[in-house]
T-cell receptor, first 111, second 114 residues
Framework: DAKTTQPTSMDCAEGRAANLPCNHSTISGNEYVYWYRQIHSQGPQYIIHGLKNNETNEMASLIITEDRKSSTLILPHATLRDTAVYYCIVRRNNAGNMLTFGGGTRLMVKP | GAGVSQSPSNKVTEKGKDVELRCDPISGHTALYWYRQSLGQGLEFLIYFQGNSAPDKSGLPSDRFSAERTGGSVSTLTIQRTQQEDSAVYLC????????????FGPGTRLLVL
């Protein structure tokens, strides 16, 4: 699976949009971009995933650049409960089935 | 149920004792995974079950670790003769068919071996 690079930490004001970037310059054509988050002392939570089109669900939006070498997870109105470590992962269709998390971005939402 | 459930949520045991951790996957999900996560670390894959196929045990760290999945649903992870380095959060995840399918995680079991 392609390697991803994320900032170590970010701050966001409550009520504002949180934009979390991820670089995956070595992504290949059949790899999906997945985002998970892990709130302190909880299991990882799936957020969203996409292949090349932008995606939106009730939690977030995923913007993937046209060359697919980077993406941005957008939490449109961050709340204090969104404080967590956010993991960007790329996975091949025919890869092994396990997930591997890198360092992720520690998002701190402040009042 | 609505999500993956795990029990117990916390387990404290003495070195050398055996422990059993339980996972109830999302109803209808055929794939089930066990991971562990040490404090401040990433996920470590342990074992994967897909339907009636032989499980992928390639991540089990030693022969003290074993897992079974009865009836294609509930899974039990057993750690025999626990050691202090086994202390971690043990996470279970399930997905609809495996491979590229999205994995949904349970809350984890926090194991502390004294």
């Amino acid at each position: 699976d392609a390697k991803t690079t994320q900032p170590t930490s970010m701050d966001c004001a409550e009520g504002r949009a949180a934009n979390l970037p991820c670089n995956h310059s070595t992504i290949s054509g059949n790899e999906y971009v997945y985002w998970y988050r892990q709130i302190h002392s909880q299991g990882p939570q799936y957020i969203i995933h996409g292949l090349k089109n932008n995606e939106t669900n009730e939690m977030a939006s995923l913007i993937i650049t046209e060359d697919r070498k980077s993406s941005t997870l957008i939490l449109p109105h961050a709340t204090l409960r969104d404080t967590a470590v956010y993991y960007c992962i790329v996975r091949r269709n025919n890869a092994g089935n396990m997930l591997t998390f890198g360092g992720g971005t520690r998002l701190m939402v402040k009042p | 149920g609505a999500g993956v459930s795990q029990s117990p949520s916390n387990k404290v045991t003495e070195k050398g004792k055996d422990v059993e951790l339980r996972c109830d996957p999302i109803s209808g999900h055929t794939a089930l995974y066990w991971y562990r996560q040490s404090l401040g670390q990433g996920l470590e894959f342990l074992i994967y079950f897909q339907g009636n196929s032989a499980p992928d045990k390639s991540g089990l760290p030693s022969d003290r670790f074993s897992a079974e999945r009865t009836g294609g649903s509930v899974s039990t992870l057993t750690i025999q003769r626990t050691q202090q380095e086994d202390s971690a959060v043990y996470l279970c995840a399930s997905s609809l068919r495996g491979l590229q399918e999205t994995q949904y995680f349970g809350p984890g079991t926090r194991l502390l071996v004294l």
